[in-house]
Structures are given as C-alpha cells and as structure tokens.
C-alpha cells in the first residue's frame, strides 16, 4: 500500500514531460521530505 503510494507519485512525475529537471528535483525532495515524517 505505502509502495504503491510512492509508485503513483513517481509515474505522476515523470508522465510530465513540461516538467524540467530542476521542477522534478524540487519534487522528489518534497516527497522524501513527506516520507520522513
């Protein structure tokens, strides 16, 4: 269940290819920031 919630997010990621690099960064240490509470 956790797993899948982590998968979702990183396809929603990616599936944004108007996303730059930098945006992507931003989000993934939003994420870690998330999963670390």
């Known amino acids: 269940m956790f797993s899948a919630e982590v998968r979702k997010q ?5 599936s944004l290819s108007e996303t730059t690099l930098e945006e992507s960064s931003k989000r993934l240490e939003e994420l870690l920031k998330k999963l670390r509470q």
């Open 10 to 14: 990183e396809e929603e990621l990616f």
